[in-house]
């Protein structure tokens, strides 16, 4: 079973991609307009479901939406073990931005478990919807997207940086890699590149949060 530190490490890190794979961008995607900041998603939010079917968690976990005078959130994850014997928190910036019909959460992490993180350069996306029930869906990027991706920079449709990496090699000697991507594209070329292909790419439901009222 599931730790919370493993839940808010997932969340924060995006580790539920396939294997190591990582796809950051320079730029906050959908924020052409200057929209840094979705005030549907502000208060507190309790985690109810993870990605992965056969992870069960042992505990509890909230996020935050706290807005920043700067634009966009300010956002705190916690999380505490059913038996009150460990607990994790982290903090995190995030933009929120629209492209086409698709919204974004771009986060940066800031604090992981009381460390401060190092400075990251770019984002790391993920799709959000609130759906009609007022459930929050965020979506991961997939396998399948992760190619079109990496596809689309080879051909230079995109601009970015294709990265593989050898994790290991099995006794046949074939070797497992993962791709690190990293999406350069200026602003208004990575919102139009979103717009009309977000729905491909990001396609696998990661998280789903309720709103929570702790009045």
């Known amino acids: 079973m599931l730790a919370p530190r ?54 509890t976990a909230y996020a935050f939406f706290l807005p920043r005078k700067e634009g966009g959130f300010n ?7 059913r038996d009150n014997s460990e607990s994790d928190y982290y903090a995190l910036k995030i933009l929120t931005g629209q492209a086409g019909s698709s919204n974004f959460l771009n986060v940066v992490p800031i604090v ?16 959000y919807r609130i759906d009609g029930n007022g459930f929050l ?4 990027l997939s396998d399948d997207g ?6 689309a920079i080879n051909d230079h449709r995109l601009g970015g940086a294709v990265t593989k990496h050898e994790l290991y090699r ?20 990575l919102d139009a590149f979103f717009a009309a292909n977000a729905s491909r790419i990001f396609t696998e439901p990661l998280y789903t949060f309720k709103r929570a009222d702790l009045r």
Do not use: H
């Not at 992760?146 to 596809?151: A, I, M, P, T």
């Open 75 to 81: 956002a705190v994850l916690v999380g505490w073990k």
């Open 170 to 189: 099995d006794a046949k000697g074939v070797a497992s890699e993962s791709t690190e991507i990293e999406i350069t594209a200026d602003q208004k070329s």
């Open 112 to 127: 992981d478990d009381g460390k401060v993180e190092d400075k990251m350069d770019g984002y790391w996306p993920v799709l």
């Open 137 to 140: 869906q965020t979506y991961k």
């Open 146 to 151: 992760l190619k079109f991706v990496e596809s």
């Open 6 to 59: 493993k839940i808010l490490v997932a969340i924060v890190l995006f580790l539920a991609l396939s294997g190591c794979d990582s796809l950051t961008v320079d730029n906050p995607i959908g924020t052409s307009d200057g929209a840094l900041g979705d005030s549907r998603l502000v208060g507190a939010w309790k985690l109810t479901a993870m990605q992965s079917k056969d992870a069960s968690a042992e505990g």
